[in-house]
């Protein structure tokens, strides 16, 4: 018997209606439900542990995959499985993360595993954008503790109008797109990319996507209540003693004051910090240590939170001794690296990026393959993150999500800043050799001037600046340039990056509930101040993009060919393109493109680009009808002489074509080595052979008469008596003998 399903709709401005369903699917998770929208299905669950792991924070995992057959694909690779996340897997699941980890309560310390799979694709619908809802959905199913109900949707502007959860091919035309994640009174997650508009634009586009996040939070609540809503668990929450806790507060607070009021650098006030805990530690008995140890931690980080917020809000000073607009000393370089095609460093404060350009060509385009999207990227960024940047030496264990994230971000912070027909692919790496706050921004500053370096014409330099809040509800302070302490004791961590008129890209986490427009409008401005004077750091440095590409970087060129002359091109087992390469130096890469080809040349020399473009030019050349040409003889024949049209594109001059006069030897008239006009006759018809004449760049002998053309009617017939007889002719063989000798046996 099937079972009972429950289903809430929630009704869509500019596309498909949304519907959320539960009751027939994964009924042994504690919570799952299905978003159809269109023939988009997800499959969105939740599980969670009934007991402590034990652990200090909250085990919290969000898987997100798209499976392949749900768009009737197979996974690429040897092995036919889905296999690790890709990139845009990784982050989808970072976006879903950072919305639902801040709303599990604090003390909350049982396993959690999120698990949302696209079951059936639409290629109208992104799936991603409704990640967030499946997750979020299926928790207010179970008897999870968590605050409220939240949800994502995809902001883009086309044409001026605002619209929420557009397709591909909208989004295509867009010249902003965001991710939005919020609860129907918060908004606490916002990342995105824009063509350089305002700060009001950005706000508008936020409030847009909120009023759309209402709706799909009031259908998961009534969701939950018609199928009844679960009694929320109990779980053991993290010890408490209140006596400890004020002996904590009372040692340590105005001691943490000092040091923060003091504002030093990173190491020296880790040091500080530390010797005061070991001191406070110190004041209890071996045997309070040994078991409540890890209560006094708790209690002196909670004191010391509330000691160096009190500072910025009571006293205006930061750790670093700054004031809350203050940015910190900035150095930056440019060609450091001397065999890369493009570097630079940007330091500021004790953050380092040291960024690397290579150029290349199409065949180094980084390829989409996933079920929702296939395609290729002309332009990305790689983010590495070593321990040795924040003096730690721990396990390397591969690429990170948080790595994934973080050069995600300011790939989408450059990329519209390139001509859209740039002939490379281009790759930037940002190695981030020092960290205290905002390598992410760092990593553009870094990476916009290594692309002015590498010679790429630009359209505007990029910067980028981490943005933090500290507020006690009542009063608040918004940080320019947020130390990696100020992101992490903070309220908000908002990075923007934008040329000198418009943001390009943000990414904002927001940890408290009820952030204000009115503050969010303000961090946004203040961004915009620390922008324009980070960006005139990179312009004092590289005021613009080189003239060319360097020496040993490859230069590009490219042409378009009609594709009948690819074969010819690329010639028999690719012996002509192979030859061409080896001889110019070059890499050549033809595309097709419809009935076009596209031809990419690339190398270092620009002679040695120009003579293979020379040699395909010779290669595609058609000669027209009536016009002259100078060629020259290569081979002389019995019967006249091949002559070259282009290099690599010969013909025959048949010895009737030399002159008006009978010639009986060639050779007496031309020699291999002559240069002479010829006029180009066409095809003739009886060969299919292209015909060229000598006689006719001649003058005509005085008295010429051209042969008038004989009717083919009027030619002598052969005389077909002449043949030899046809074989029904013959006289027919006695096979009688054979036929009676065979009856006779």
């Not at 086309?158 to 939005?180: C, H, K, R, T, W």
């Not at 921004?441 to 943005?467: H, Q, R």
Request: glycine residues 8%; hydrophobic residues 40%.
């Amino acid at each position: 018997m099937k079972p009972q399903v429950f289903k809430q709709v929630i009704k869509m401005a500019n596309g498909p209606d949304i519907t959320i369903e539960t009751g027939a699917l994964a009924k042994q998770a504690h919570g799952s439900v299905v978003i159809t929208c269109g023939k988009a299905m997800l499959l969105g669950t939740v599980v969670s542990g009934y007991k402590s792991t034990g652990l200090d924070f909250l085990p919290l995992t969000v898987d997100y995959r798209e499976k392949f057959a749900a768009a009737g694909k197979y996974p690429g690779g040897f092995f036919k499985r889905e296999a690790r996340p890709n990139d845009g897997e990784v982050l989808t699941m970072r976006l879903v993360d950072r919305v639902l980890r801040p709303l599990f309560p604090k003390d909350y310390h049982a396993e959690v595993q999120v698990m949302i799979q696209l079951m059936s694709h639409d290629p109208e619908v992104m799936p991603d954008a409704m990640a967030g809802l499946a997750a979020s959905a299926a928790i207010q199913l179970s008897d999870i503790p968590f605050e409220c109900a939240i949800s994502e949707v995809r902001v883009a502007r086309v044409d001026g109008e605002f619209l929420v959860n557009p397709s591909y091919a909208q989004l295509a035309e867009a010249d902003l797109e965001m991710m939005i994640g919020a609860s129907a009174d918060s908004v606490m997650m916002v990342e995105g990319e824009m063509s350089e508009v305002s700060e009001e634009d950005m706000i508008a586009a936020i409030k847009a996507a909120h009023e759309a996040i209402k709706d799909q939070c009031a259908a998961q609540i009534a969701l939950a209540e018609e199928v009844g809503k679960k009694v929320v668990r109990e779980y053991d929450g993290e010890k408490e003693d209140a006596d400890i806790e004020a002996k904590v507060a009372e040692l340590a607070y105005q001691k943490v004051y000092d040091v923060a009021k003091k504002g030093s650098a990173k190491a020296e006030r880790t040091a500080a910090f530390s010797e005061i805990k070991e001191e406070i530690k110190a004041t209890f008995s071996e045997e309070d240590q040994k078991e409540n140890g890890d209560m006094i931690s708790k209690y002196f980080n909670k004191t010391h939170k509330k000691a160096v917020r009190d500072v910025l809000l009571n006293e205006g000073i930061r750790l670093d001794g700054r004031k809350s607009t203050d940015i910190r000393d900035i150095w930056c370089e440019v060609d450091y690296l001397p065999s890369t095609h493009g570097s630079a460093i940007f330091t500021r404060g004790e953050t380092q990026a040291l960024a690397t350009v290579t150029l290349g060509t199409s065949r180094d385009a980084n390829v989409i393959d996933m079920a929702s999207q296939e395609g290729e990227e002309r332009f990305y960024l790689h983010y590495n993150f070593p321990p040795f940047c924040t003096g730690e030496a721990r396990p390397l264990r591969g690429t990170s999500r948080r790595e994934v994230g973080h050069g995600n971000l300011a790939q989408r912070a450059l990329k519209r800043m390139l001509p859209d027909d740039l002939p490379y692919t281009v790759r930037i790496v940002s190695e981030v050799l020092e960290s205290n706050g905002s390598s992410s921004m760092a990593t553009v500053c870094a990476g916009t001037m290594a692309m002015m370096d590498a010679g790429l014409p630009m359209k505007k330099p990029v910067s980028g600046i981490a943005m933090g809040l500290i507020t006690d509800g009542e009063k608040y302070a918004v940080l320019s340039d947020i130390l990696g302490d100020e992101d992490h004791l903070g309220d908000m961590d908002f990075k923007v990056t934008g040329t000198e008129d418009g943001i390009t890209a943000c990414q904002m986490d927001i940890k408290v509930k009820g952030l204000s427009y009115e503050i969010l409008t303000n961090a946004l401005m203040q961004a915009r101040d620390g922008r324009m004077h980070i960006l005139g750091k990179l312009t004092d440095t590289i005021a613009a993009p080189a003239a060319d590409v360097k020496s040993h970087a490859p230069k590009m060129e490219s042409m378009e060919i009609e594709g009948k002359f690819i074969g010819a091109i690329i010639g028999p087992g690719g012996k002509v393109i192979q030859e061409m390469q080896k001889e110019t130096e070059t890499v050549i890469n033809i595309k097709e493109d419809g009935d076009m080809g596209i031809i990419e040349i690339a190398g270092t020399d620009r002679a040695k680009i120009e003579a293979a473009l020379e040699r395909i030019r010779n290669l595609i050349f058609e000669p027209e009808v009536g016009s002259v040409y100078e060629v020259k003889v290569v081979k002389m024949l019995d019967f006249g002489a091949v002559v070259e049209l282009k290099p690599g594109k010969e013909t025959l001059l048949h010895v009737s074509e030399f002159d008006y006069k009978r010639i009986e030897d060639p050779s007496t008239v031309l020699k291999v080595g002559d240069i002479l006009d010829v006029k180009y006759m066409g095809v003739d018809p009886r060969t299919k052979k292209q015909k060229v004449s000598r006689k006719e760049c001649l003058p005509k002998p005085e008295g010429w008469v051209e042969r008038p053309a004989r009717p083919r009617e009027d030619r002598p017939r052969r005389d077909n008596d002449r043949r030899a007889p046809r074989r029904d002719d013959r006289p027919r063989r006695d096979n009688d003998s054979s036929s009676e000798s065979k009856s006779e046996e």
